[in-house]
């Protein structure tokens, strides 16, 4: 059964005519009857009774015609709610990431909220990002890894320097900046998993590495706290500066080189990604554009 025989189907009985369904539907009243013909022959029963010039729905049609009706009702209703995510009215997206990445998107995020209060935007913390990707379990990854799989689409969102987070009365408390030799004399240099191996390769290129005295953790936001209580002084992200606006605290700028990563945008090639996740997409891209 088409969807156009049902509509002439349904018109038919609501005119109560095979005539004045013709006029209504703008089609021929021969091609009507053919086509109503096609339906009853589908189902190898008859949809009315022809009485005279009249017609009476049958026991078979009143069926069709209750669920004829039904069917019809929830064809707009999947057309309003493809209107709706369209214009942005309602979806869902789920971007995963490392916490200390994701900080730095906060504000375009917030921005999308208020453009798109209807649309729920899910922050999911993984480690992990590509294969949460590929197992479909998200559908936007931010990762600072670009060696992924073919199958994923990769685009470089932004460029993370890294800075220096030292105790209030340290020695380099009132510097602007120290240089990366500098930070080869410091015992107690504090870095999160996360960031080690970039941070390695930069004390590596310089002929040097870490202290052995150096500490590792999961999370560069757990460094905060060991450098408020003097363990030692932290290299962290500088999209978790704010995080460290306190009297306990200071940051020191790192030169010569500037430690820095790319933090790249994922999400899969094979899937048909939802409206509001394509737009938010398209405005992570555009505000690191400016």
């Avoid at 091609?31 to 013909?37: A, H, P, W």
């Avoid at 015609?65 to 979806?91: A, T």
């Avoid at 921005?111 to 798109?116: A, C, G, K």
């Avoid at 820095?260 to 899937?271: A, F, G, T, V």
């Amino acid at each position: 059964m088409e969807l156009r025989q049902l509509e002439y189907f349904i018109q038919i009985c609501n005119s109560g005519s095979f005539t004045k369904a013709s006029e209504v539907l703008n089609v021929s009243q021969p091609t009507l009857s053919q086509q109503i013909r096609v339906l009853e022959g589908e189902f190898n029963i008859p949809l009315f009774n022809r009485i005279g010039r009249g017609i009476k729905i049958t026991d078979a049609g009143k069926i069709l015609f209750d669920k004829g009706i039904s069917i019809m009702h929830l064809l707009d209703e999947v057309n309003n709610e493809f209107i709706e995510l369209k214009g942005l009215k309602r979806g869902f997206i789920t971007v995963g990431g490392l916490l200390e990445d994701l900080n730095y998107l906060t504000p375009q995020i917030t921005q999308f909220h208020h453009l798109y209060p209807n649309i729920f935007v899910k922050i999911i913390e993984s480690e992990d990002v590509v294969n949460q990707i590929i197992e479909n379990n998200i559908d936007i990854g931010i990762t600072r890894s670009s060696q992924v799989p073919e199958t994923l689409t990769i685009t470089f969102l932004y460029c993370q320097e890294f800075v220096l987070v030292v105790e209030k009365n340290h020695s380099l408390d009132k510097k602007p900046f120290v240089t990366f030799r500098e930070l080869v004399g410091l015992s107690r240099i504090m870095v999160s998993s996360s960031c080690r191996e970039v941070i390695d390769l930069y004390f590596k290129n310089l002929g040097c590495s870490l202290c052995e005295e150096s500490l590792v953790t999961e999370s560069s936001f757990s460094l905060l706290s060991l450098v408020r209580n003097g363990f030692g002084v932290a290299i962290v992200p500088i999209s978790i500066v704010d995080f460290v606006r306190e009297d306990s605290l200071s940051v020191v700028r790192i030169v010569d080189p500037i430690p820095s990563q790319d933090i790249n945008l994922i999400h899969r090639d094979d899937k048909i990604l939802s409206y509001a996740a394509s737009v938010f997409i398209n405005r992570l891209k555009d505000s690191e554009k400016h």
